[in-house]
């Protein structure tokens, strides 16, 4: 089973910052928070990953809590591209593997 | 860098024929790729996760026999599926780990996918 919850669907209007939430209560350690979006019909596409300190590059923010609990991807200016399903992963520990949960349909309007 | 290559994107084929899909790190050595499945409006399912020059370990329920995974050199892996029924039709999708061009073994990076669709 997947060690992450999300909310099913979320709207965000274009332009303005989109906040994804993720809870992962059960995550251990050593485990990494992994994001992803997934565009219709196309291959996740990697985001940012953590372990506990708050990471950012050029596609998003990565927001930790500090017992590492949950945590929170921000794409700071959301476009119509941006509309996609998200995935919050735990990566399994002592493994490579990913389990996917149900992710978060964003969709951006305009 | 990190890039995955997956052919074909797409395929149809009759029921009791074999397919195959190849999965390609195009600028990095995958040390381990996996291969999931993914039917429409459904998240993704891991299927089997291999190494380069090991057999490939697949997740409870997964038939080694009907999904064939080879995966021989550092660059490439694929998938078979033998014996395809109309129930076998879906979104493969592989991802790759590894070294080098700018790839971790810590992450997976994914391919567009294969719809392979079974008459």
């Known amino acids: 089973d997947a060690k992450t919850t999300q909310p099913p669907s979320m709207d965000c209007a274009e332009g303005r910052a989109a906040n994804l939430p993720c809870n992962h209560s059960?995550?251990?350690?050593?485990?990494?928070v992994y994001w992803y979006r997934q565009i219709h019909s196309q291959g996740p596409q990697y985001i940012i990953h953590?372990?506990?300190n708050n990471e950012t590059n050029e596609m998003a923010s990565l927001i930790i809590t500090e017992d590492r609990k949950s945590s929170t991807l921000i794409l700071p200016h959301a476009t119509l591209r941006d509309t996609a399903v998200y995935y919050c992963i735990v990566r399994v520990d002592g493994t490579y593997k990913y389990i996917f949960g149900t992710g978060t349909r964003l969709k951006v309007l305009a | 860098g990190a890039v995955v290559s997956q052919h074909p994107s797409r395929v149809i084929c009759k029921s009791g024929t074999s397919v195959k899909i190849e999965c390609r790190s195009l600028?990095?050595?995958?040390?381990?790729m996996f291969w999931y499945r993914q039917f429409p409006k459904q998240s993704l399912m891991l299927m089997a996760t291999s190494n380069e020059g090991s057999k490939a370990t697949y997740e409870q329920g997964v038939e080694k026999d009907k999904f064939l995974i080879n995966h021989a050199s550092l660059t490439l892996s694929t998938l078979t599926v033998t014996s395809a029924h109309p129930e076998d039709s879906s979104f493969y999708i592989c991802s790759a780990s590894g070294t080098s061009g700018g790839a971790s073994t810590d992450t997976q990076y994914f391919g567009p996918g294969t719809r392979l669709t079974v008459l």
């Open positions: 600028d990095f050595q995958a040390t381990t």
């Open positions: 953590g372990l506990k």
């Open positions: 059960t995550i251990s350690g050593n485990e990494y």
